[in-house]
């Protein structure tokens, strides 16, 4: 099994910048990719970004992609989104996921909430 615990999420200022941290513990040699979900209040859970954990290649959502990085630490245990440029549109909670070979596991979620 796989455990995540996410970090980071805040109160910013439109145009503003957050760093969100998602720490993954128990069998991580199981994950394959590391991604960020959110969750808008009365809207579905969207994709945000993912990112490979042998390669480190990223992927984002076209409404993130030049203001959103995703990266991870060397040991392969720690994922982090750097988010530039907020908007209030990037208001929701924050979720990390990981695919592993014996299942999907989510976080708890972050939640952000960006000021107009």
């Known amino acids: 099994q796989v455990h995540l615990v996410e970090s980071g999420g805040g109160l910013v200022p439109s145009g503003g910048s957050l760093r969100l941290s998602c720490a993954a513990s128990g069998n991580i040699w199981s994950i394959q990719s590391l991604q960020w979900y959110r969750q808008a209040p009365g809207n579905q859970r969207e994709y945000v970004a993912r990112i490979m954990i042998r390669s480190e290649w990223p992927d984002y959502t076209d409404s993130v992609r030049d203001r959103f990085t995703i990266s991870i630490n060397s040991a392969k245990n720690t994922v982090f989104l750097q988010m530039n440029s907020l908007n209030p549109e990037d208001t929701a909670v924050y979720y990390c996921?990981?695919?592993?070979?014996?299942?999907?596991?989510w976080g708890q979620g972050t939640r952000v909430t960006v000021s107009s």
């Open positions: 996921h990981a695919s592993t070979n014996d299942g999907d596991y």
